[in-house]
């Protein structure tokens, strides 16, 4: 029996959270969750990083364990804040220093209640009429990078870049000071090794569970949700990996909307609308603390209770969530400039983020994963910014006359006038002395509309530079040759020859299609 290919194999490790039994299975046992094929393993990683197993917490050991406990700093000050009282009313609950419910099914609604709160005191800095909302975080996107760290997500353009002691000085977000009065914000991207971004995998998990017990449940299981959520913190590191300092990293808000949406995914196939608002674990008090009780208040965000996060009205009434970026072979377009469709390396096209320049993009020189930039050598490389008089007509394209033959004009316009042709086709080794096949290449060829007009000589030169300096692009019908013979008035810039519509020829390689021009690193 083959092996599964590599590209579609991700160790599992299957446990069945309701009777507690390990369910193993060999390399070549597979298993379908949320409708996709995964392969499975009886060792871990069943998806990319390996976890320590999470034990349950003695009845005995209980009081003096974290179990549910918000943590503080050992050298925590308390400083209030200088809020007026109509801020009292949202923002103590940005403040995570003070806050938080983790380590239990209350995680879910309290959360969605702070984000509601957080966007309401957006939303009064906007200017009248804004419908902007919060937005989200995929980091599905960016976890199958190459190098994660290396996503144009954590570049200058969206969250902002570091310096070599981790802080973040660079980007729309640099030298914001943090809610305990430190001069800006620190990261680690990578740097625990318990650290990953969201996979497909362990969304398809949640999304497979039965039972509100495999979602709103105290986790045990290391591919349970709010575990699953806790490594991304622990990936992003700096203040974002410690729960008291989370918030100082405006990538708090955007990874817990995409936790809320992967929630309301769940809600949405699995629960009816009434189950929605009423399903709830019991309440059990040896499995998590009183303050994730249904009719607990939710602490820190007063005038809530835990059940109230389970309201429809919060997507019913304040809030819509758009769709994750998808796309096919038909149509390899994610929507954004930000993100590439990668039709190759997974069983089905899947978007993904771009590389920032200097990133690692070994593998993908085929695709537009660099943003303002290209792949060469297995990292992402600038454009070079050229002047036309900066580059010249590379001579290993020309073409003796003798060798092209003109044909009937086929197109003309201002640009000049297009011919049918055909030009002498050097034999290869492998063709022999007595060869049958034809000699002579069909080509397109591309002339001044009026010969010996030196102004339309000199347009079609400039063109012919450009074009000699982009190597075979999917964007583009590629240069097979030229004559240049200026003495004679003569310019011919000689194409690959396009059967039919110019249209059609170009779809057929619109998965690869660039937003950008490639120029050949070595021919400038």
């Known amino acids: 029996m083959p092996r599964p290919p590599l590209t579609a194999v991700i160790f599992l490790y299957l446990f069945n959270f309701l009777d507690g039994l390990p369910k193993e299975f060999s390399i070549y046992d597979t298993t379908y969750i949320n409708g996709h094929l995964y392969y499975g393993a009886s060792t871990q990683p069943y998806f990319r990083v390996k976890h320590p197993r999470h034990a349950p917490v003695l009845l005995s050991k209980l009081n003096e364990s974290d179990f549910g406990k918000h943590s503080l700093p050992d050298n925590d000050v308390f400083v209030a804040h200088n809020w007026t009282e109509a801020e009292l009313k949202y923002l103590p609950c940005l403040d995570l220093l003070y806050a938080g419910v983790h380590s239990g099914p209350g995680f879910f609604p309290w959360h969605r209640e702070y984000l509601k709160r957080f966007e309401l005191v957006l939303r009064t800095f906007l200017p009248m009429g804004s419908t902007l909302g919060l937005p989200y975080w995929d980091s599905t996107l960016d976890a199958y990078l190459p190098t994660v760290e290396d996503s144009v997500f954590f570049s200058v353009h969206l969250t902002g870049d570091v310096d070599e002691d981790g802080l973040l000085v660079y980007g729309p977000y640099a030298n914001m000071s943090t809610m305990e009065g430190n001069l800006m914000p620190r990261r680690a991207l990578g740097n625990n090794s318990q650290g990953e971004l969201f996979t497909e ?6 999304l497979d569970q039965k039972e509100i017990e495999g979602v709103l449940q105290y986790p045990l299981d290391e591919r349970f949700f709010e575990f699953s959520h806790d490594y991304v913190h622990y990936f992003i590191g700096g203040d974002f990996e410690t729960t008291y300092s989370s918030t100082n990293d405006v990538i708090f808000f955007w990874h817990h909307t995409f936790v809320d949406f992967i929630w309301e995914m769940w809600r949405q196939k699995i629960q009816t609308r009434e189950e929605r608002e009423v399903q709830y674990p019991e309440p059990y008090p040896d499995c998590f603390p009183p303050l994730h009780f249904a009719n ?11 059940q109230d996060g389970l309201l ?3 997507t019913d009434k304040m809030y819509k969530i758009a769709p994750r970026p998808r796309c096919s072979n038909a149509r390899p377009d994610c929507g954004s400039k930000y993100l590439f469709c990668d039709t190759a390396n997974f069983d089905r ?12 993009c070994t593998g993908y020189e085929a695709f537009d994963i660099c943003y303002e930039g290209s792949c060469y050598d297995g ?8 002047r036309l008089n900066e580059i010249y007509y590379d001579k290993k394209f020309e073409i003796q006359l003798d060798n092209l033959k003109l044909g009937r004009i086929i197109g003309d316009g201002h640009f000049g006038k297009v011919c049918m042709g055909w030009v002498l086709r050097p034999k290869g080794p492998s063709d022999g002395p007595h060869s049958h096949i034809s ?7 591309k002339a001044p509309k009026h010969n010996g007009n030196h102004d339309e000589m000199g347009i079609l030169y400039e063109e012919l530079k450009i074009m000699s300096n982009i190597p075979k692009h999917p964007n583009i019908l590629t240069l097979v040759g030229a004559v ?10 000689i194409l690959e020859r396009c059967e039919g519509s110019l249209i ?3 779809k057929e390689g619109k998965a690869r299609f660039r937003d950008e021009l490639v120029f050949s690193m070595a021919g400038l």
């Open 201 to 206: 995998a362990r969304i398809d998990v949640l």
């Open 312 to 314: 429809n009205a919060y």
């Open 349 to 360: 096209p899947r978007c993904q983020s771009k590389v920032k320049l200097g990133g690692n």
């Open 439 to 445: 000699d002579m290449l069909p080509v397109a060829v």
């Open 484 to 493: 240049t013979n200026f003495d004679l008035g003569e310019i011919y810039v």
């Open 379 to 386: 990292r992402c490389q600038a454009l070079p910014s050229l």
């Open 504 to 506: 059609d020829k170009l």
């Open 296 to 306: 607990a208040t939710m602490h820190n965000l007063p005038g809530r209770k835990i």
